[in-house]
């Protein structure tokens, strides 16, 4: 009997740590980030990516991204508004040269999002 109890307890043990290791595995699969044109670009051709504009509608009806959906971060709805959207889903999002689009991912990461991709330098820097 006691040999069953030691068995039990090992394989007990042993999951614990693959449970416990596969939890710090999927956290380490979080990307919230600033990345480069190209690299921007490129998720957008991926086709993974909802893309957001984070800047007054007014500047998003002056020029956006193509299929970027307007999202003004300083709109008092806007936390709100993200509270509401998929946090498994990946984003895109930028505004005018990168000081609003880092305060939404800032929020975004507050919120709980898990994917997140922030063009740096912004819509001047996309349309150089």
């Known amino acids: 009997m006691k040999k069953a109890q030691i068995y039990l307890l090992t394989i007990l043990s042993l999951l614990a ?4 290791f596969s939890q710090e595995t999927e956290s380490e699969e979080i990307v919230i980030e600033t990345v480069d ?18 800047r007054t509608v007014d500047e998003y009806m002056e020029g956006h991204i ?8 300083l709109d008092d709805q806007f936390d709100k508004t993200i509270s509401n959207i998929d946090k498994s889903q990946k984003y895109l999002i930028y505004c005018k040269s990168g000081g609003r689009s880092q305060k939404a ?6 919120a709980g999002f898990v994917h997140v991709l922030e063009l740096e330098g912004g819509y001047l820097n996309w349309t150089k």
């Open 17 to 20: 740590f693959t449970t416990g």
């Open 37 to 54: 044109k190209e690299a921007f670009e490129a998720a957008i051709e991926s086709g993974d990516y909802v893309i957001f504009d984070v």
């Open 66 to 73: 193509e299929n970027a959906k307007s999202l003004d971060v």
């Open 105 to 110: 991912l800032e929020k975004m990461k507050d």
